[in-house]
């Protein structure tokens, strides 16, 4: 089966976003993620845990 052409609009998104990596991977070259996780679900369990700590007054999940 034939790959689809790419579109202008879409090459230029891809430019776009590699240039914002760049970006912030040089003004931001250590980054590491607060939340521990060894997979997808856990990171998703950890973040929904996280947005929901305001709202139920608790305030550490991990």
């Not at 090459?11 to 070259?29: Q, V």
């Not at 997979?39 to 999940?61: D, E, F, R």
């Given at each position: 089966?034939?790959?689809?052409?790419?579109?202008?609009?879409?090459?230029?998104?891809?430019?776009?976003?590699?240039?914002?990596?760049?970006?912030?991977?040089k003004t931001?070259?250590?980054?590491?993620?607060?939340?521990?996780?060894?997979?997808?679900?856990?990171?998703?369990?950890?973040?929904?845990?996280?947005?929901?700590?305001?709202?139920?007054?608790?305030?550490?999940?991990?």
């Amino acid at each position: 089966m034939a790959r689809p052409k790419r579109s202008i609009r879409g090459d230029k998104k891809r430019e776009n976003a590699r240039a914002i990596y760049r970006i912030l991977t040089k003004t931001y070259p250590n980054v590491r993620c607060e939340l521990d996780f060894k997979n997808p679900l856990q990171l998703l369990v950890a973040t929904v845990c996280l947005l929901n700590a305001p709202i139920s007054g608790k305030s550490s999940y991990s």
